[in-house]
């Protein structure tokens, strides 16, 4: 079982910065050995991809409308991994979800990852 707990949403102005975390916890799971993910959900709308980092964050992924403007890292010594988000626009406004791949790579599909945390709002305001 893994467990996957986010935090640092919030309220900011567009064109403010925010950084998500998401600590990775469970008996015998080895966050360095998974690609781990980001994805949110706007209301009215489907959850999609916002970012993926491989295991050794060799590789990393991003939606293009983030492109540029947001960061994934990792740490595996803290099993943490981080979402920067900055220059952010009234359409990020969405619920941010944290999830741990199901292979070492960061796939860009739901369907690719197992485990979810519960989600942090964030809300940019113009």
């Known amino acids: 079982q893994v467990q996957l707990t986010e935090s640092g949403g919030g309220l900011v102005q567009a064109g403010g910065s925010l950084r998500l975390s998401c600590a990775a916890s469970?008996?015998?799971?080895?966050?360095?050995?998974?690609?781990m993910g980001w994805f949110r959900q706007a209301p009215g709308k489907e959850r999609e991809f916002v970012a993926g980092?491989?295991?050794?964050?060799?590789?990393?992924y991003y939606a293009d409308s983030v492109k540029g403007r947001f960061i994934i890292s990792r740490d595996n010594a803290k099993n943490t991994v981080y979402l920067q988000m900055n220059s952010l626009k009234p359409e990020d406004t969405a619920v941010y979800y944290c999830?741990?791949?199901?292979?070492?790579?960061?796939?860009?599909?739901?369907?690719?990852?197992?485990?979810w945390g519960q989600g942090t709002q964030v809300t940019v305001s113009s």
């Open positions: 999830a741990k791949s199901q292979s070492p790579g960061p796939g860009q599909q739901e369907n690719g990852y197992d485990y």
């Open positions: 469970g008996r015998t799971f080895n966050f360095n050995q998974y690609g």
């Open positions: 980092i491989s295991w050794f964050a060799s590789v990393t």
